[in-house]
T-cell receptor, first 112, second 117 residues
Framework: RKEVEQDPGPFNVPEGATVAFNCTYS??????FFWYRQDCRKEPKLLMS???SGNEDGRFTAQLNRASQYISLLIRDSKLSDSATYLC?????????????FGKGTKLSVIP | DTGVSQDPRHKITKRGQNVTFRCDPI?????LYWYRQTLGQGPEFLTY????????KSRLLSDRFSAERPKGSFSTLEIQRTEQGDSAMYLC???????????????FGPGTRLLVL
């Protein structure tokens, strides 16, 4: 099992749709989780951190399920500008080791 | 611009040559990270520094790769005897230590795109 796996893409959705991405991780001791957004040929930019209790930022909702070892990102009312690749990040730090792992990313295309 | 900067933005080199990239982090950030990203993949962690100390190195970082952060500010990543497989985007990120949010946020530079012919 890969350390961090994401839904295979691409996701092609119409404007206004709701879309959800999942990301599973293998290290149960992982401590921090994030969603990044990356536009074509640009650097990744932090979209949101993922907290144990779940968190929301406008149209974006992130959730963490430690028992099943996955995080999710929900985008409501999709906009054309949401078209990008969404990367999940899982971090483990401890016992003299630091591991930060990105998923491969899921490409989202929002269609007019 | 107070973000992370990287130089050069693009580099074309011939196989066997050495290349060096520079990263200037956000000034108050004490942590600095290097990643490599190839097409269709997420960024792969290479190494990170806390101040001038290199605390972690990925197994991806072969002996041809070396990174330094001599004064705890800017960092350099050198690749010796480049190979075609080194062609990738090299990303730098910086962060400060965990704040009140309890999580560390990394801010990425624009990357250096390397092409080895």
């Amino acid at each position: 099992r890969k350390e961090v796996e994401q839904d295979p893409g691409p996701f092609n959705v119409p404007e206004g749709a709701t879309v959800a991405f999942n990301c599973t991780y293998s290290n149960s001791a992982s401590q921090s989780f994030f969603w990044y957004r990356q536009d074509c040929r640009k650097e990744p930019k932090l979209l949101m951190s993922v907290y144990s209790s779940g968190n929301e930022d406008g149209r974006f909702t992130a959730q963490l399920n430690r028992a099943s070892q996955y995080i999710s990102l929900l985008i409501r009312d999709s906009k054309l500008s949401d078209s990008a690749t969404y990367l999940c990040v899982v971090v483990y730090s401890g016992a003299g080791s630091y591991q930060l792992t990105f998923g491969k990313g899921t490409k989202l295309s929002v269609i007019p | 611009d107070t973000g992370v900067s990287q130089d050069p933005r693009h580099k074309i080199t011939k196989r066997g040559q050495n290349v060096t990239f520079r990263c200037d982090p956000i000034s108050e950030h004490n942590r600095l990270y290097w990643y490599r990203q190839t097409l269709g993949q997420g960024p792969e962690f290479l190494t990170y520094f806390q101040n001038e100390a290199q605390l972690e190195k990925s197994r991806l970082l072969s002996d041809r790769f070396s990174a330094e952060r001599p004064k705890g500010s800017f960092s350099t990543l050198e690749i010796q005897r480049t190979e075609q497989g080194d062609s990738a985007m090299y990303l730098c990120a910086s962060s400060s230590e965990i704040g009140t949010s309890g999580q560390e946020t990394q801010y990425f530079g624009p990357g250096t795109r390397l092409l080895v012919l």
